[in-house]
């Protein structure tokens, strides 16, 4: 199996001289890592739950209102243009094991290979967010009309469109704001992976990788790319599904 | 110590010119089959199921939220045990990272009653959430109830 052959019983891992875990610093250090940033981003989306229950008989927009652009056409399908994006992260996902796999075999040519796709499948899925992030945020051709009250004081009505961090053509003001954090939020994760696989790619053409024996640094940034496309499975359900 | 990675893990060290072994990739294909075939349900149950135009849902919301949140966790499941390996590591390193999300059970079950209880407060309520704390204290006591509170009042003589 994958224990070590040095352990003799199962008491003598923690003594010293091997690692317990059989598994090295840096993998652990970044599964530790990952499990604080796991809290984060659960932290942010219950904090949307709550306001979500909380709402009650304010309306809170549901994603076939929103969401429902597609690039170069006109119609308005729900979720098709998310579901897109949810394929690309997961394509690239797969990309991404697939190089951890090559370097696990030593097969440069395959590793450069998968991690350039890794970080196209990047690229695309931030693309993808600018876009939806610019239809939010110019919101419908006709707007919506809500009533302020001014600086004097006098409720006025005025013809908002999209939304912002000040107001939601769509409804809840919170929707707004947890969109912009929790996916601005995971959007700034996707793309330091995408500098972590393109300092990868950098190392592996360099051939650091054979000069140091193994393919672990690819493995790491796989960990936290696939943690990025985890992350993403949750948005997707809490924020496009339900 | 570079002996160190090929005692203690499953990792071989690199020999120079040594033979490419054949890649093994059914199985990352397999997991990602299933993911794809978990989001297309869905998105397809999302659409079945719609509310929309004035039709009624043939499952209610609140089994339709249950089975989403069930499906996302098989996805989440794939992803940590297959492309992130955790399901090849060791037992104790298993529980380490798992037992630990075990607080966020606690986290949700409370959050979410949380925002029920701040729902009967704002229904009740409608402009707790929304006025300041000046507006807390020039509200009709007992004694002025009748007393108009707006810009007539300074904040010394609010109270």
């Known amino acids: 199996m994958a224990d070590s052959t040095s352990v003799t019983s199962k008491g003598s891992i923690w003594g010293g001289g091997v690692a317990p875990f059989n598994v090295s610093y840096g993998k652990m250090m970044m599964w530790f890592f990952l499990i604080s940033d796991a809290f984060t981003f659960s932290s942010l989306l219950i904090s949307y739950g709550t306001m979500r229950n909380k709402a009650a008989n304010e309306h809170w927009p549901s994603p076939d209102e929103v969401f429902n652009h597609f690039p170069f056409t006109d119609a308005h399908i729900k979720l098709a243009f998310v579901s897109l994006m949810t394929f690309i992260l997961i394509m690239s996902s797969v990309t991404m094991v697939l190089a951890v796999e090559a370097g696990h075999r030593f097969d440069k040519k395959a590793v450069v290979k998968w991690l350039v796709l890794t970080i196209i499948g990047g690229l695309f899925f931030l693309g993808s967010q600018a876009w939806e992030w610019y239809h939010f945020i110019t919101g419908t051709h006709d707007g919506k009309l809500v009533e302020v009250m001014n600086e004097q004081g006098v409720w006025e009505t005025i013809r908002i469109y999209g939304a912002n961090m000040h107001h939601n053509e769509y409804g809840a003001q919170q929707f707004a704001n947890f969109f912009f954090f929790i996916t601005g939020f995971h959007g700034s994760h996707v793309f330091s992976g995408v500098v972590l696989n393109v300092i990868a790619l950098l190392m592996v053409l360099n051939g650091r990788m054979e000069r140091i024996g193994h393919y672990e640094f690819v493995e790491k940034v796989g960990l936290y790319w696939h943690f990025v496309d985890l992350v993403w499975v949750f948005v997707f359900t809490f924020f496009y599904l339900l | ?159």
């Open chain 2, 1 to 159: 110590m570079s002996g160190f990675h090929m005692d203690n893990y499953h990792q071989h060290t690199y020999v120079p010119g040594q033979e490419i072994a054949k890649p093994n990739t059914r199985w990352i294909w397999k997991v990602f089959f299933i993911m794809l075939l978990v989001t297309i349900v869905e998105v397809g149950f999302a659409f079945a199921n719609d509310a929309g135009m004035g039709q009624t849902r043939f499952i209610s919301f609140t089994v339709q939220k249950w089975i989403f949140i069930a499906l996302t966790l098989v996805k989440a499941y794939y992803i940590i045990f297959s492309f992130m390996h955790l399901g090849h590591e060791r037992f104790n390193f298993k529980l380490t990272i798992s037992l630990t999300t075990v607080f966020l059970v606690y986290f949700i079950v409370l959050m979410m009653m949380e925002g029920y209880a701040l729902r009967d407060v704002k229904l009740k309520e409608p402009d707790f959430f929304t006025r300041t704390y000046k507006d807390h204290h020039a509200a009709p006591a007992a004694g002025h109830g009748d007393e108009a509170h707006g810009e007539a009042h300074s904040d010394g003589h609010a109270h």
